[in-house]
């Protein structure tokens, strides 16, 4: 009976999490799970929810969408940026974390940790001018920012304030983190 309650309960989380960040990798949504010892209720999860058409489920893609037109509407940026979320969580305790509004771009995700605000900004070597000068004009008082970049090479073209870090995410979501040499 206990474990039936603690599916259920994975069940409601990861239809949360799903619709949270409309697209998420099969290994991100496990990796959420393992932080706290429960990725082994994932995939009987993933198929209640998938008969209920909760979630849709891309096997060659290996990737759960909150419905259909979700995996063409995906954006590699903000995969990239859940990956280092996932690796920061199990790290340190993140108390909340979200998807920024497409408002606040390059933002990707906003989290609380330690109950500081952090966010993770996501830069592709042609964006770099561009944030640079939307960052600029906008400083965010008391936010750390985390950014993912392409490769390292970018790192020193960014002049952001407030950065806590630089990294880069590998094939299968290995994260990589540089400081940036002042």
């Known amino acids: ?3 039936q309650n603690k599916q259920k309960i994975v ?4 239809k949360e999490l799903i619709q949270k ?3 998420l ?9 393992a932080i706290d010892g429960r990725e082994h209720f ?8 998938e ?3 909760n979630v849709f489920i891309h096997q060659e893609m290996k990737m759960i969408a909150a419905n259909e037109e979700s995996f063409g509407a995906r954006e590699f940026g903000t995969l990239q940026c859940v990956w280092v979320l996932l690796g920061i969580m199990h790290q340190k305790k993140v108390e909340e974390h979200f998807l920024a509004s497409k408002e606040e771009y390059p933002v990707r995700i906003i989290f609380v940790g330690d109950g500081e605000i952090y966010d993770i900004l996501y830069v592709s070597e042609a964006d770099i001018s561009l944030v640079n000068n939307l960052f600029a004009r906008k400083r965010i008082d008391g936010c750390g920012h985390i ?5 390292p090479e970018d790192i020193p073209a960014i002049q952001i304030p407030d950065i806590v870090g630089f990294c880069t ?3 299968g979501g290995e994260v990589e983190y540089y400081c940036k040499n002042e």
């Open 42 to 49: 994932v995939g009987k999860a993933l198929k209640a929810l």
């Open 169 to 171: 995410v590998k094939e």
């Open 147 to 151: 950014v993912v970049v392409e490769k």
């Open 11 to 14: 069940e409601r989380e990861v």
């Open 25 to 33: 990798y099969k290994g991100q949504l496990y990796g959420f799970f």
């Open 1 to 3: 009976m206990e474990n």
């Open 51 to 53: 008969k209920e058409r």
């Open 21 to 23: 960040y409309n697209v």
